[in-house]
């Protein structure tokens, strides 16, 4: 049996588990619902447990591209700018045009490719009976090497079907550079008319779902950071989730600090390259203790209290003296059990109906 004193308005007060007015009208503490009014209330139940108890480390960050989702698209052969077909911003599709490209190496090895072609087709038809050996397998190694060489200069199968399909009327040397990826074009640096040479990047294209934050924080924290903890990236008045992918373990000579890199879920397309961040890094504190959601508690005659769930609907306050509070768990030091079964949503509406029935308008 326990003692409550609630200073909820003139003469109340609450002695041996019983809520009394000075007038002798009494109201029980445990208050009690059927399953209609638990669902109406929103309450959420759980089992009190043991938890390990973190910290935040706090750093400034910025956030980068996902390297691991970014291409950059060049030609492979020295050619020239014909036409745009993207603009920056860009979303794009896996296998679409972006620009064409006109090359003379493309154009001869097009035409070397429809003569060894037509001349595959005439002996394939004759059969290697009718021809020599050498001859037939000449023939197919010339139609073969011509194929691979247009797919090096990077023309996909259906661009070199269409080649063999326009002839030598299609043998001009232009070709399409497409999208090896669906993505983002953020870069496209080069104007119509211009030669490019092999390998310069024409596009820089990004999957923008995922972005990096680079976070540096001082050897001494970036050293509690291991790869899979847990992180918060602060922008925009949100918090964005995010997962450490690794740190570095050399220090920057100049800030003296140590990279540590974030993965972040950009779904949103909130977060941009470029933009500066604070970034929160969980990080394991101590042994394991006993935490609820800061929600489960609630105020009773200023005495911190859960609402501990007594079966059939039934729920009765319990006070409980509290520690620590990090990332919205609080620390109870007394008053709650391992596996007590406790209201973890819903305890506001609870204690807004416990102060009803004192009053009697329940």
């Known amino acids: 049996m326990k003692t409550w004193l609630f200073s909820l308005g003139a003469g109340l007060y609450l002695t041996s588990g019983t809520f009394a007015f000075a007038s002798a009208q009494l109201a029980p503490s445990t208050l009690k619902l059927d399953a209609a009014a638990v669902q109406q209330a929103g309450i959420v139940m759980a089992k ?14 910025e956030v980068k591209i996902d390297a691991y989702t970014t291409v950059l698209v060049s030609p492979r052969i020295d050619s020239q700018v014909v036409a745009r077909k993207t603009r920056l911003g860009d979303l794009v599709k896996a296998g679409e045009p972006l620009v064409t490209l006109s090359s003379v190496d493309v154009a001869e090895t097009e035409s070397a490719l429809i003569m060894a072609e037509q001349d595959w087709q005439r002996i394939a038809a004759l059969g290697p009976q009718a021809v020599s050996a050498r001859r037939y397998n000449e ?15 990077g023309l996909s199968e259906g661009q070199i079907q269409a080649v ?25 640096d080069f104007i119509v008319g211009e030669r490019i040479q092999p390998g310069r990047p024409l596009f820089t294209i990004v999957d923008e ?37 690794q740190r570095s373990h050399q220090t920057n000579e100049r800030t003296r600090t140590s990279l540590v890199r974030i993965k ?48 059939q609907g039934q729920f009765e306050p319990a006070p409980v003296v509290t520690g620590e509070t990090r990332q919205g768990w609080i620390e109870i030091k007394d008053g709650l059990k391992v596996g007590t079964p406790y209201v973890r949503d819903g305890a506001f509406t609870l204690k807004a109906r416990l102060l009803r029935s004192l009053l009697g308008e329940e």
């Open 209 to 245: 779902d995922t972005v990096w934050v680079d976070a540096q924080l001082p050897p001494a924290d970036a050293g509690q950071v291991s790869a899979g903890d847990a992180a918060r990236i602060l922008a925009h008045d949100t918090a964005f989730p995010g997962t450490v992918l």
């Open 48 to 61: 009190a447990q043991l938890r390990p108890f973190s910290d935040e480390l706090k750093a400034p960050g």
């Open 264 to 311: 972040v879920n950009n779904a949103r397309d909130a977060l941009h390259p470029g933009e500066l961040v604070d970034v929160r890094i969980a990080v394991a504190v101590g042994n394991q203790v006993l935490a609820v959601p800061s929600e489960a508690i609630v105020l009773l005659q200023n005495q911190p209290t859960v609402f501990v769930d007594q079966g």
């Open 139 to 153: 023939a197919k190694v010339q139609r073969d090497q011509a194929r691979a060489k247009l797919l090096a200069y």
């Open 164 to 188: 063999l399909r326009g002839g030598s009327a299609r043998a001009d040397g232009s070709y399409a550079l497409l999208s090896p990826v669906a993505g983002r074009i953020t870069s496209d």
